[in-house]
């Protein structure tokens, strides 16, 4: 059996005019090379896979003096699987991209202006080195990496590998996962390019097998008269191994024999190089559990290696042999394979079933309640052609089947019964294991399941009483107004429900009964009523489940009523004048402060309005336009914050900010109606009754309801 399947790239034959094949040296895998423009320095001793390429094939004009940076002396690879990266270097013989060789890659000689061309600094414009990878050997190119025809040196990337074969414009789509490190700009100092390629395992095409094509390009359109250079190979290690049998001594080794239990079984194991590289480290291994000594190496070409030993069999034995070895670049390359000794021998059935609902009807699968009983059947059979000793019941249960029996050819079945508790789902396997007249092991197994469903039902009860979108199971708002409440049915148990019926204290009609299948959206419902006093609402789900069964939940939510309390400008106004402030002090605020401090005025309604003072603020008398209506609004919005900022005020807005934030939004707008609207608003719930007399004091209650009367030696205040 192989691991994969090798294929050879027919795109290089199409090549083949461009394409020098080359010798490869074969490293051992480990190395791990430093970029600093000199490959044969950094990707040096072993570890390196190095493909030469012939020096003298790139072209010059005729009398051009020196070598073209173009001229490759070999193309080196090398892969650290700790990091899972690709080292590339590209060994030149002289500076790479140096196209005149005049040994400055930066400047154009005359010789080469004359001919209309130009060597460009920095291998810019359509000047290209590349490397290209057909990782899956499917005849197409996967990726590409190094300096294209439409970038400088500080473009390198690695990208997908975009057709048709032209390799200056070859790169598609970038791939910045996988570009790593390059090596310095090639110069006198630095003449070569190096560049790493990360995430190796992870490109487009790598299929995780070291087999591939790699190909590298140097050349430019600019340089008129000078040729490009290209280098090409292709790494397809492979292992093969065979595994024969010979049960009946006649010499003649097969995949497969057939021959009496107890005698002896020769086994051949042959392992080949039967790809194209050196492999070391071969390791060989069955599940004979054979020794087949230390690991060894198997050049490419070498003759193959055989091995043979002796068991004895007494049940049909498939034996798997296994090899696996490491390729040059340091890749694993494996195969498998079998060969099978039959024998004559009896065999044994065992059948398991359960009935989880005590109908009297037994099978493989049913279904019932978690916590209920589950009564199991084990009916044992000698369905072989000979007598059985030493029959031997267990399963996963644990039941005790008693001392092991005899069981003839032709005998009754023997039946066992037995009852547990299944609380979750259950599959139980039941097995049984006998000798037979060879001495021989004949054994079977079977399962039953008993899947149990918990079927379950959730009801959640939610209210909004302040319209703020906040549904929670208990919200505060204001006496007759609309309070939202929301009713959410889940199927919150592991199984279909059906004929849910949904209904609440507040006597609404959530409609006709419907079905809830497991895994299906909750359903929602949502009403208003109007609500004058502290309310809770209990909401109740039933629903039948797969088996006829009844489920229910319920929940509940409340409505708490608060926010009626409020004192008028006119009261913060007179306590200020009259009564020093007494009642602004719990409030943070004095009518010294200025409004622009408090509130945001803006330019529409008078940059001067921002200097009077919070009391000033509460003698406005209002007006005409946006001005006027500014006056109305910041007339109440006072009074509103130190109502909000009170402690013994409940009003409507509780936090302080909320008024800012509010009064700010509306003065913005510039809008008469925007703001005479707030005001409208804030004015109404100024209005909702003072709780405080005119010193500031809180105003004891003397039972005459919610809103009382205080009692005082100067006057009475009644709200």
């Known amino acids: 059996m192989k691991t994969r399947t090798r294929i050879l790239l027919p795109m290089l034959v199409i090549l083949a005019l461009l394409v020098s094949m080359t010798s490869v040296a ?10 600093t423009g000199d490959v044969e320095a950094d990707f040096a001793g072993p570890g390196i896979l190095i493909i030469n390429d012939p020096i003298g094939d790139v072209g010059m004009p005729p009398g051009a003096p020196g070598i073209t940076g173009w001229e490759m002396k070999d193309l080196r690879l090398t892969y650290d699987e700790a990091t899972d990266t690709m080292y590339v270097g590209i060994n030149v013989v002289s500076i790479l991209g140096d196209a005149d060789g005049d040994g400055n890659p930066s400047v154009t000689s005359p010789w080469l202006l004359g001919l209309g061309g130009i060597d460009l600094p920095s291998l810019n414009e359509s000047e290209t080195a590349c490397v290209y990878f057909d990782l899956n050997q499917d005849l197409t190119y996967d990726i590409i990496a190094g300096i294209s025809g439409l970038t400088d040196y500080s473009g390198f990337s690695v990208s997908t590998f975009a057709g048709p074969f032209f390799p200056p414009y070859n790169f598609g789509s970038p791939l910045p996962t996988n570009t790593g490190t390059v090596s310095p700009n090639p110069s006198p100092v630095t003449p070569d390019l190096e560049f790493s390629i990360i995430n190796w395992s992870s490109l487009p095409g790598n299929d995780g097998d070291f087999s591939f094509c790699v190909s590298a390009f140097l050349g430019s359109l600019q340089d008129d008269g000078i040729g490009e250079d290209f280098v090409s190979y292709c790494q397809s290690p492979d292992i093969c191994i065979e595994k024969t049998v010979d049960c009946n001594g006649d010499g003649n080794f097969s995949d497969q024999e057939t021959w009496y239990a107890g005698d002896n079984a020769t086994w051949k194991v042959v392992v080949t190089n039967c790809g194209d590289s050196n492999l070391t480290n071969v390791i060989v291994t069955d599940t004979n559990g054979h020794n087949f000594g230390a690991p060894f190496n198997l050049p490419y070409g070498a003759a193959p290696v055989e091995f043979t030993y002796v068991t004895v069999v007494s049940v049909n034995t498939t034996n798997n042999a296994t090899v696996v070895a490491t390729d040059v670049l340091g890749g694993t390359v ?12 009896s065999d044994i059935c065992i059948e398991k079933t359960v009935d989880c609902n005590g109908d009297g009807n037994f099978s493989d699968q049913e279904m019932w309640y978690a916590g209920d009983n589950a009564t199991w059947k084990v009916v044992v059979t000698n369905c072989g052609g000979g007598d059985l000793t030493n029959v031997i019941v267990t399963d996963s249960n644990g039941h005790n ?45 079977d399962i039953a399941t008993n899947n149990v469903i918990e079927p379950k039902i959730c009801i959640e009860k939610t209210v909004d009483c302040n319209n703020d979108g906040i549904f929670l199971h208990e919200d505060t708002g204001t006496a007759g107004d609309n309070a939202t409440w929301k009713v959410v049915v889940t199927n919150c148990g592991d199984s279909d429900l059906t004929n849910v019926i949904v209904t609440d204290t507040n006597g609404h009609n959530f409609g006709a009964p419907f079905d809830l299948p497991y895994g299906a959206a909750p359903v929602e419902f949502t009403y208003q009523t109007i609500v004058n006093v502290d309310t809770t609402n209990t909401a109740n789900v039933t629903a039948t489940d797969v088996l006829g069964g009844t489920v229910t939940d319920s929940d509940s939510a409340t409505n708490l009523i608060t926010g009626n309390e409020g004192c008028t400008p006119g009261y913060w106004k007179n306590n200020a004048v009259k009564w020093g402030s007494s009642a602004w002090i719990p409030t943070g605020y004095n009518k010294t402060m200025l409004l622009g401090n408090v509130f945001t005025i803006p330019a529409c309604v008078n940059h001067g309005t921002g200097n009077n003072t919070l009391l000033q603020a509460l003698s406005y008398k209002g007006g005409s336009g946006v001005k006027g209506a500014a006056q109305i609004l910041l007339r109440s919005a006072v009074a509103a914050l130190l109502n909000a900022a009170h402690p013994d005020i409940n009003y409507y807005m509780s936090d302080p900010q909320d008024v800012i934030d509010a009064v700010n939004a509306a003065l913005a707008s510039c809008n008469r109606t925007t703001m005479l609207a707030l005001y409208a608003e804030l004015d109404l719930h100024n209005n909702d009754g003072c709780v405080l007399d005119m010193h500031g004091n809180p105003i004891i209650p003397d039972g005459d309801g919610p809103f009382t009367v205080f009692q005082s030696s100067f006057y009475s205040w009644r709200r």
């Open 26 to 35: 074969m490293p051992v895998f480990g190395a791990t090379p430093t970029f």
């Open 334 to 345: 494996s195969d498998w394979d079998i060969a099978t000794n039959n024998v004559v021998t």
């Open 401 to 445: 089947f008693g001392a092991p029996f005899d069981l003839p050819y032709g005998a009754l079945p023997v039946e066992f019964t037995y009852v547990t508790v299944v609380s979750v789902n259950t599959t139980n396997n039941a097995t049984v294991v006998a000798t037979d007249v060879l001495g021989g092991t004949v054994s079977d197994w």
